[in-house]
């Protein structure tokens, strides 16, 4: 049987949407680049923040936020449901963080991320 291992999230800015994702949610945050993989990213000339595939981690499914430059459709094939006690308060928060607001629904609020990726403030 299979497992989840990570959710993928395609994004121009890897690092910045990690760290979105990263004050989003609670628990989570980017992963720690050792020693070791700064010069692995440097010998490729790249650093932490131009990384191409950069991870957040937290108590569950880990993410990984991955270049994949480009056009994209509108919808996406995958998104993100969050759950809060206070939605309102909740999509307030995440507003301060750089999302915006794209539609409400009932018992949910559709928000897009810094980069456009829509995803849902759902009611407990």
Partial sequence: MARLKDIVV??????AL????????????VAPYDDAE???LAAL????ETDTSVMVEGP????????LPGPRSERNRLHLDV?????ETE???LLTLGATRAREGDGYTVLRD?????FCVVDP
Avoid: K, M, Q
């Fill in 114 to 118: 810094p980069e456009g990726n829509p």
């Fill in 10 to 15: 395609d994004a121009d800015h890897p690092a």
């Fill in 91 to 93: 999509i307030a928060r």
């Fill in 38 to 40: 700064i010069a692995r």
């Fill in 83 to 87: 759950v809060a006690g206070d939605r």
């Fill in 60 to 67: 569950g499914p880990r993410l990984c936020f991955h270049l």
């Fill in 18 to 29: 990690a760290r979105f994702w990263a004050a989003a949610l609670d628990g989570y945050a």
């Fill in 45 to 48: 000339g790249l650093t932490p």
